[in-house]
């Protein structure tokens, strides 16, 4: 087994960012649920492509068609999930429909109106879904229906390649969202960078200089891996956990469970006594001649900000420094939490690595 | 006997261009859970129901509705007569407000779904904006909608940048005047218009008019307007002159009486708001058209104006008017005039302060002349 203190000095660290990234993935998924995120970018992905100007949206015609219709637990909500198999089928039906010809006129009385005819074009199915391509006007939709179904024989050939085409297209989806949401990822981590100040340096040199502190942050740390199990990525389109979102009550107990899940990290990382917090940020914006943080208004405004400024220009070396230490913070914890968690488990590892098996109880 | 409202509205809020409204605002106000939450936060800032900013709010609930079936259905359950409605598509495509989640296309398409659907009570108008195609393009559009589909009409919506008597129009006018079927024109100084940056020269002044005589003086000095003031050349009343002197027999509603503003400024009360323009009263110039015996095809309605109580009794007079009796019709322009009243009290109120005998006249007998055409029987 290793003992070094390197080894234990580098698990606090990772440790230190594994638990405020799980803290930030806890937010980012309160804010996925406050926007609906992965049904509204579901939906745009498939305006995007089927959006289209010169004929119609075909995505809203799929998203008023009963398979589709039925997914909704409300007939406000958009679906979270749309499987492939269902997108195929419902693509196919609103394309087919494209080419039925209805006839609306009065009846032989000149009393109603009626439907004189009704029909759709003759042919089996693939031909009656070529019929309704046929109608749609020259489109970059219109040209990827008909690539799609040149060489096919019959329907569910057509549903195959419909369904590869959209999973293939649900990846570059997911990929989008990933880079979004990794935005938003890294404007939360600088929230909680900020709000918590967790400061780079001070943490290393805390864990460094403080055996006792190391000792017990290394513990928590292969207990949470011991017990632990991989977080979610909610950067990830098909990582984004929670019930059906369907009106205002089940939007609201989402987002209380979101924000108790959010609140229980937060106090879990209090509970540890770690060297962050702004008590430590009274010590690194401090300094003998003034402190940059606090305002003075005995001074008056501009006699303060003048004082501010002179003490920033006196002490920017240590300003920048800090604003380092945050930044480092900042673009860590925005890696997330399950990039910690293997990293933490691959250190824990590492450490165990020699360790004596235990000896099973004798009977 | 049917009550027939010869105009409502049921598009949603996803037919409405991204622009409309600034920015991305239509886009994030028909997210139906945000949507719902500014009704809630509405709601709870303003208890009663006669607030303005509470109709604002029901206004907004009808207009995000999950597609036009459901806003037809609130429209349906407001009544409790055996009805008929005119559904008035608008082509929104061409305003200059960017795209819409649901093109004018998709609209027209679910309106077919819906005629299917409501094949007694439905009643559509196809939209038609020069702006489309040229003019063979759109009378095969209209006929597709009126003989193919049932649709009963056509709607013009000049303010959303083009003129009535646009060369273009010219085929849709003809055919339109040699088979009866009824226009419904927007015509008053209120409204949504044209949101684009700029005006084409054919904004500006339509040009290649053929055989018709226009107005004395052009628009091309007038384009450092605001758009919203530009629009009510597009609106005026006198432009359909134009249309009807080479087509006197065409039906057509002048909608909405000019709108109860004017109707107030010429009865000298109300507000007195600047005058942008020189283009007079609409109210006066609608009722003119309707005077004017060269052209006997010509009506009006009530929509929209009919929320104003304080113009009842000039309304009815005009309706118990001899020459104007048969060329009114009633409606209401549902959903607008949610910001107004509810639809259920907008028709009760009217019901109450007006004769039966002159509802039926314009709720019925007018309405079911004005449509009936070659194609469709009332």
């Given at each position: 087994?290793?003992?070094?203190?390197?080894?234990?000095?580098?698990?606090?660290?990772?440790?230190v960012?594994?638990?405020?990234s799980?803290?930030?993935?806890?937010?980012?998924?309160?804010?996925?649920?406050?926007r609906?995120?992965?049904?509204?970018?579901?939906?745009?992905?498939?305006?995007?492509?089927?959006?289209?100007?010169?004929?119609?949206?075909?995505?809203?015609?799929?998203?008023?068609?009963?398979?589709?219709?039925?997914?909704r637990k409300?007939?406000?909500?958009?679906?979270?999930?749309?499987?492939?198999?269902?997108?195929?089928?419902?693509l196919?039906?609103?394309?087919?429909?494209?080419?039925?010809?209805?006839?609306?006129?009065?009846n032989?009385?000149?009393?109603?109106?009626?439907?004189?005819?009704?029909?759709?074009?003759?042919?089996?199915?693939?031909?009656?879904?070529?019929?309704?391509?046929?109608?749609?006007?020259?489109?970059?939709?219109?040209?990827?229906?008909?690539?799609?179904?040149?060489?096919?024989?019959?329907?569910?050939?057509?549903?195959?390649?419909?369904?590869?085409?959209?999973?293939?297209?649900?990846?570059?989806?997911?990929?989008?969202?990933?880079?979004k949401s990794?935005?938003?990822l890294?404007?939360?981590?600088?929230?909680?960078?900020?709000?918590?100040?967790?400061?780079?340096?001070?943490?290393?040199?805390?864990?460094?200089?403080?055996?006792?502190?190391?000792?017990?942050?290394?513990?928590?740390?292969?207990?949470?891996?011991?017990?632990?199990?991989?977080p979610?990525?909610?950067?990830?389109?098909?990582?984004?956990?929670?019930?059906?979102?369907?009106n205002?009550?089940?939007?609201?107990?989402?987002?209380?469970?979101?924000?108790?899940?959010?609140?229980?990290?937060?106090?879990?990382?209090?509970?540890?006594?770690?060297?962050?917090?702004?008590?430590?940020a009274?010590?690194?914006?401090?300094?003998?001649?003034?402190?940059?943080?606090?305002?003075?208004?005995?001074?008056?405004?501009?006699?303060?900000?003048?004082n501010?400024?002179?003490?920033?220009?006196?002490?920017i070396?240590?300003?920048?420094?800090?604003?380092l230490?945050?930044?480092i913070?900042?673009?860590?914890?925005?890696?997330?939490?399950?990039?910690?968690?293997?990293?933490l488990?691959?250190?824990?590892?590492?450490?165990?690595?020699?360790?004596?098996?235990?000896?099973?109880p004798?009977? | 006997?049917?009550?027939?409202?010869?105009?409502?509205?049921?598009f949603?809020?996803k037919?409405?261009?991204e622009?409309?409204?600034?920015?991305?605002?239509?886009?994030?106000?028909?997210?139906?859970?945000?949507?719902?939450?500014?009704?809630?936060l509405?709601?709870?800032?303003?208890?009663?129901?006669?607030?303005?900013?509470?109709?604002?709010?029901?206004?907004?609930?009808?207009?995000?509705?999950k597609?036009?079936?459901?806003v037809?259905?609130?429209?349906?359950?407001?009544?409790?007569?055996?009805?008929?409605?005119?559904?008035?598509?608008?082509?929104?495509?061409?305003?200059?407000?960017?795209?819409a989640?649901?093109?004018?296309?998709?609209?027209?398409?679910?309106?077919?779904?819906?005629?299917?659907?409501?094949?007694?009570?439905m009643?559509?108008?196809?939209?038609v904006?020069p702006?489309?195609?040229?003019?063979?393009?759109?009378?095969?559009?209209?006929?597709?909608?009126?003989?193919?589909?049932?649709?009963?009409?056509i709607?013009?919506?000049?303010?959303?940048?083009?003129?009535p008597?646009?060369?273009?129009?010219?085929?849709?006018?003809?055919?339109?005047?040699?088979?009866?079927?009824?226009?419904?024109?927007h015509?008053?100084?209120?409204?949504?218009?044209?949101?684009?940056?700029?005006?084409?020269?054919?904004?500006?002044?339509?040009?290649?008019?053929?055989?018709?005589?226009?107005?004395?003086?052009?628009?091309?000095?007038?384009?450092?307007?605001?758009?919203?003031?530009?629009?009510?050349?597009?609106?005026?009343?006198?432009?359909?002159?134009?249309?009807?002197?080479?087509?006197?027999?065409?039906?057509?509603?002048?909608?909405?009486y000019?709108?109860?503003?004017?109707?107030?400024?010429?009865l000298?009360?109300?507000?007195?708001?600047?005058?942008?323009?020189?283009?007079?009263?609409?109210?006066?110039?609608?009722?003119d058209?309707?005077?004017?015996?060269?052209f006997?095809?010509?009506?009006?309605?009530v929509s929209?104006?009919?929320?104003a109580?304080?113009?009842?009794?000039?309304?009815?007079?005009?309706?118990?008017?001899?020459?104007?009796?048969?060329?009114?019709?009633?409606?209401?322009?549902?959903?607008?005039?949610?910001?107004?009243?509810?639809e259920?009290?907008?028709?009760?109120?009217?019901?109450?302060?007006?004769?039966?005998?002159?509802?039926?006249?314009?709720a019925?007998?007018?309405?079911?002349?004005?449509?009936?055409?070659?194609?469709?029987?009332?």
């Amino acid at each position: 087994m290793f003992d070094l203190p390197v080894l234990d000095f580098t698990i606090s660290i990772v440790f230190v960012f594994f638990l405020f990234s799980l803290f930030a993935a806890a937010l980012l998924e309160l804010v996925n649920t406050v926007r609906k995120r992965r049904a509204r970018i579901l939906r745009d992905a498939l305006d995007k492509v089927m959006n289209d100007p010169q004929n119609k949206n075909f995505a809203e015609l799929i998203y008023n068609h009963p398979i589709i219709e039925a997914s909704r637990k409300d007939p406000d909500s958009l679906p979270s999930y749309i499987s492939a198999e269902n997108f195929a089928t419902a693509l196919i039906a609103v394309i087919t429909e494209q080419g039925r010809q209805v006839k609306i006129g009065m009846n032989v009385t000149n009393t109603a109106q009626e439907v004189k005819s009704d029909t759709t074009p003759p042919g089996t199915p693939i031909e009656q879904f070529r019929a309704g391509l046929k109608t749609l006007e020259p489109s970059s939709f219109q040209q990827l229906m008909v690539s799609l179904s040149q060489f096919v024989n019959d329907l569910g050939q057509l549903e195959k390649k419909l369904i590869t085409w959209y999973n293939g297209y649900m990846d570059r989806v997911s990929g989008w969202f990933k880079r979004k949401s990794h935005k938003i990822l890294m404007l939360l981590s600088a929230v909680v960078v900020i709000g918590c100040y967790v400061d780079f340096f001070h943490l290393a040199s805390e864990f460094w200089n403080n055996d006792k502190l190391r000792t017990q942050i290394v513990q928590s740390a292969v207990a949470t891996v011991e017990n632990g199990q991989k977080p979610n990525d909610p950067t990830q389109l098909n990582n984004i956990q929670g019930q059906q979102v369907t009106n205002i009550d089940s939007l609201k107990s989402e987002i209380r469970n979101r924000y108790n899940a959010a609140e229980e990290v937060y106090d879990d990382i209090m509970k540890k006594n770690l060297p962050v917090g702004w008590k430590v940020a009274g010590k690194k914006w401090c300094w003998d001649d003034g402190c940059l943080y606090t305002w003075e208004s005995k001074n008056g405004f501009f006699g303060e900000l003048w004082n501010k400024i002179k003490l920033f220009f006196n002490h920017i070396g240590g300003v920048i420094l800090n604003l380092l230490a945050l930044l480092i913070s900042i673009l860590a914890i925005s890696r997330g939490a399950p990039f910690w968690f293997d990293t933490l488990n691959k250190l824990v590892n590492l450490r165990s690595s020699g360790k004596k098996p235990q000896v099973a109880p004798e009977k | 006997m049917y009550l027939y409202n010869a105009h409502t509205h049921i598009f949603t809020t996803k037919c409405i261009p991204e622009n409309f409204l600034g920015k991305g605002l239509i886009r994030i106000i028909s997210i139906p859970l945000i949507n719902k939450l500014m009704l809630k936060l509405l709601r709870q800032i303003l208890p009663s129901e006669s607030d303005f900013l509470s109709k604002y709010a029901n206004f907004l609930a009808i207009g995000s509705n999950k597609n036009q079936d459901a806003v037809y259905q609130d429209l349906v359950n407001s009544y409790d007569d055996a009805c008929r409605f005119v559904v008035l598509t608008l082509d929104m495509d061409h305003m200059g407000a960017g795209r819409a989640e649901v093109n004018y296309n998709t609209q027209l398409y679910e309106v077919l779904q819906l005629k299917l659907k409501y094949m007694q009570q439905m009643l559509p108008f196809v939209s038609v904006d020069p702006r489309r195609g040229n003019a063979q393009e759109l009378l095969n559009l209209v006929k597709l909608y009126i003989e193919e589909y049932g649709f009963t009409g056509i709607k013009l919506y000049p303010a959303l940048g083009f003129y009535p008597f646009d060369p273009n129009l010219d085929l849709v006018h003809q055919y339109a005047e040699a088979n009866e079927i009824p226009l419904m024109t927007h015509c008053t100084k209120a409204g949504v218009y044209y949101k684009g940056d700029t005006l084409s020269e054919q904004q500006i002044w339509p040009k290649n008019l053929d055989g018709v005589q226009l107005p004395e003086n052009d628009h091309s000095d007038s384009t450092h307007m605001k758009n919203r003031d530009f629009k009510n050349f597009f609106t005026d009343p006198d432009n359909y002159r134009q249309v009807l002197s080479k087509y006197p027999k065409l039906k057509i509603c002048i909608a909405h009486y000019g709108g109860s503003t004017e109707i107030e400024r010429f009865l000298g009360r109300g507000k007195k708001k600047k005058q942008i323009n020189e283009l007079g009263n609409f109210y006066k110039k609608t009722r003119d058209l309707l005077e004017d015996t060269n052209f006997p095809n010509v009506y009006t309605d009530v929509s929209y104006t009919l929320a104003a109580n304080s113009i009842f009794p000039e309304l009815i007079a005009d309706i118990q008017n001899p020459v104007l009796r048969d060329n009114i019709l009633f409606g209401t322009d549902y959903f607008m005039t949610i910001i107004e009243k509810n639809e259920r009290q907008l028709v009760s109120d009217f019901r109450a302060a007006i004769d039966p005998k002159d509802f039926s006249q314009i709720a019925n007998t007018n309405v079911k002349s004005y449509l009936n055409s070659t194609f469709f029987k009332a």
